[in-house]
């Protein structure tokens, strides 16, 4: 089968090559990939700059949703055809305290599909049974697709920003993530504020469309005062920072209320300068989020089943694997929202 491969560790080293049809080994079912979404950190695989561990030659990409196809000696409870999606943490020790505890995304002996385990960028995957979830009634692969970051925006705001339904949360950086962010936000009651620049005007637009009322364009709006203005002047109750970039950083720290709480979701990818001095002065709660755990993925369902998450608006491009370097390109330039493989 024909399969996008990172074939050696540095910068660039990516082709589609022809790779053997994987067979589902003891445990394991094999899955159809019939959308594959294209993720930031794929983009730092490609450039050799990523900071969890990455094994060449490997197959590239870890989110998407397909349909079963085969099952492997001893797998019980699913059937061949059942759309489904799949955790992206193929391998965790089982033993360190957050594994005990079922936070095995914190693990630090976790291994990624598309980085050490070959991923979904091909028309079939392995994946261990115990980490699939069958879609609920009414959602489509294509839908699906954008499963993983919305379980990783789940946990975000339900798990470790803990959102209740009372509170203004703000989210700055409106990509994929953020659209998700919001949404989520939205769902669980609580009233999002969605902050870009200029560049992002069409996401801004789109997050309007998807019932996200409160949307800034900072270099235009005064934030802060936007913000002060809805919450009685006391400032945002959560920060969910998702642009990965200082300034969003600093703005999220300036506008969140004395006592609030600063959830760092994007990542910056080198160290920024920000003012932690705030965090004392304002008693901020600050935590962070990576990938997400089994929780998590069953409430992501849930959010994504009623119906009252959409990720299909988010997708601005498909492409079949064969075009990866133009959809790449576009990734990189910030041209389109999510952009998904067809991998068929
Ligand atoms: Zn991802
Ligand atoms: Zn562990």
Redo the contacts with the bound molecule.
């Keep these: 089968m024909q399969a996008l491969v990172k074939y050696a560790t540095g910068p660039g080293n990516v082709e589609v090559r022809e790779m053997p049809e994987p067979q589902p080994g003891p445990g394991q079912v094999r899955i159809r990939v019939e959308a594959a979404g294209i993720?930031g950190?794929d983009l730092h695989i490609y450039h050799g700059d990523i900071k969890f561990p990455v094994r060449p030659p490997v197959i590239m990409g870890?989110?998407f949703a397909g349909r079963i196809d085969a099952l492997g000696p001893g797998v019980e409870g699913l059937e061949p055809g059942t759309p489904v999606v799949s955790e992206t943490s193929a391998y965790v020790c089982g033993k360190c305290e957050p594994c005990r505890s079922g936070r095995y995304n914190l693990c630090p002996e976790r291994l990624i599909l598309g980085y050490v385990y070959n991923g979904c960028f091909a028309p079939y995957i392995c994946v261990d049974a115990f980490r699939v979830h069958p879609l609920p009634p009414g959602v489509s692969t294509l839908a699906a697709a954008l499963c993983?970051?919305l379980a990783v925006v789940t946990h975000a705001v339900l798990e470790q920003g803990h959102v209740r339904a009372t509170e203004v949360a703000v989210v700055t950086g409106p990509g994929a993530i953020g659209l998700l962010t919001a949404q989520v936000i939205a769902a669980a009651g609580a009233t999002p504020v969605l902050c870009g620049t200029g560049v992002d005007e069409p996401r801004l637009a789109l997050a309007t469309e998807l019932g996200i009322r409160h949307v800034l364009n900072v270099e235009r709006e005064d934030a802060a005062a936007a913000i002060a203005g809805l919450t009685g002047g006391r400032g945002a109750d959560v920060v969910f920072e998702c642009a990965g970039a200082g300034t969003a950083a600093r703005l999220g720290l300036s506008v969140v209320k004395r006592g609030g709480r600063y959830v760092q979701v994007g990542l910056f990818g080198r160290p920024i300068e920000i003012d932690l001095e705030l965090l004392a002065y304002k008693e901020i709660q600050a935590t962070g989020a990576i990938s997400s755990h089994r929780g998590s993925w069953e409430k992501m369902l849930a959010l994504l089943g009623s119906g009252r998450v959409r990720t299909e608006p988010l997708i601005s491009h498909r492409f079949p694997l064969g075009e990866w370097k133009e959809a790449f390109r576009i990734f990189e330039a910030r041209e389109g929202i999510k952009l998904v493989f067809l991998p068929e």
């Design positions: 993720c950190s870890h989110e993983e970051p």
